[in-house]
């Protein structure tokens, strides 16, 4: 059984910063290296919406009203991927979900997904002015 756990949620004001983190669990599907994982959001009362894609060769791509302030990463190593949260504002408050997703690199850093194989819990950020 599949896991991936996020962490590192939490309250913090506009002009901290936040590192969310998403873990995958020890008995872990392979290949994860080669696959697409993903960073979603959703607010209450909002669609879900894509923040941040990055492929297996470390290749990103970001929704503009976050470009220049997150870093999505990943190490595959320890198959955990991250998200750097610099400046937030309170548009950025949502439940954040990690994803993961066997989709090629190509379509990966283009922002398409046919939809995530595996799914976090999700981790609340609350951002205040």
């Known amino acids: 059984h599949v896991q991936l756990v996020e962490s590192g949620g939490g309250s913090v004001q506009t002009g901290g910063s936040l590192r969310l983190s998403c873990a995958a669990s020890?008995?872990?599907?392979?290949?994860?290296?080669?696959?697409?994982m993903e960073w979603f959001r959703q607010a209450p009362g909002e669609e879900r919406e894509q923040v941040a894609f990055?492929?297996?060769?470390?290749?990103?791509i970001y929704r503009d009203t976050v470009k220049g302030r997150f870093t999505i990463s990943r190490d595959n190593a320890k198959k955990t991927l991250y998200l750097q949260m610099n400046s937030p504002k309170p548009e950025d408050t949502a439940m954040y979900y990690c994803?993961?997703?066997?989709?090629?690199?190509?379509?990966?850093?283009?922002?398409?997904?046919?939809?995530?194989?595996?799914w976090g819990q999700g981790t609340q950020v609350t951002v205040s002015p």
């Open positions: 020890e008995n872990a599907y392979s290949p994860y290296s080669t696959d697409c």
């Open positions: 994803a993961a997703e066997a989709r090629e690199d190509w379509n990966c850093r283009l922002g398409r997904t046919l939809g995530a194989n595996f």
């Open positions: 990055i492929d297996s060769d470390g290749k990103t």
